[in-house]
């Protein structure tokens, strides 16, 4: 079973962790948001390709979800005390060692692709991990700040590592999206995709920034495969993060429902949400889309992969109608 998942970075990663459990035979290939990425300390850092990366070979930080495991900070302390930041982006010493590979790859004109490949032959997380696009995309928030009343546009990391979400989103947008291309083997993979997972992400800015990218969105909704998606929301509230602030942003209500129906039923088959939601399993299924109410909660691996049991016995179901 050919398998490819569009996956941000904890809520996707851990998502996959349970689909290897639970289908241990498969091909799995993930498409990854680089929406996130940001360059700091003249490095890029690509946080949701390295949780995923991280994650699935063995060398994340289980507590936190993102970053090393035995990880230390002496490089940051050091940048701090010649005064140089941001300090509110914490980059570990074993974290950056992956950003200075990257980035000198990147410097000798090797594409991010082929640089995240390089990368996984070391970490073998037993999924092809590719970037959604080559081509540099940002995801930016508009916002107000609340002690100057400024309105200015800062970088998605900004927002949510430094202002931890404390100020409403008023706009979210992935500069570069609409110029950029489809990395090689992100249409090929969908073309040839027997399941098409969208994971427990963040649905504007992890798989929304990928489907930004012309043709990927389109590739998915022309495969003539199974898409079936997991919800984030669970009892009207994300699971993990602040994606009700960015789904404000973008005119969608924070419930297991409307991100459906925001997805639409051009793009989605099949929908699973949480047991508490079971009650807007018609509302959802009046849109078009094959519902189902599960345990949607991720506590620990086993959890995960009854997810993913999940997603592929619907994935199935709506094959077969």
Known sequence: MRIVVLAGGIGGARFLRGLQQAAPDADITVIGNTGDDIHLFGLKVCPDLDTVMYTLGGGINEEQGWGRTDETFHLKEELAAYGVGPEWFGLGDRDFATHIVRTQMLSAGYPLSAVTEALCDRWKPGVRLIPMSDDRVETHVAVTLPDSGERKVIHFQEYWVRLRASVAAEAVVPVGAEQAKPAPGVLEAIAEADVILFPPSNPVVSVGTILAVPGIREAIADAGVPVVGLSPIVGDAPVRGMADKVLAAVGVESTAAAVA???????????????????????????????RAVPLMMSDLDAAARMAREALTLAEEVRGA
């Open 261 to 291: 129906e925001h997805y639409g039923s051009g793009l989605l088959d099949g929908w699973l949400v949480d047991t508490v939601d079971a009650a807007i399993v018609e509302r959802v299924e009046t849109a078009g889309i094959r519902c």
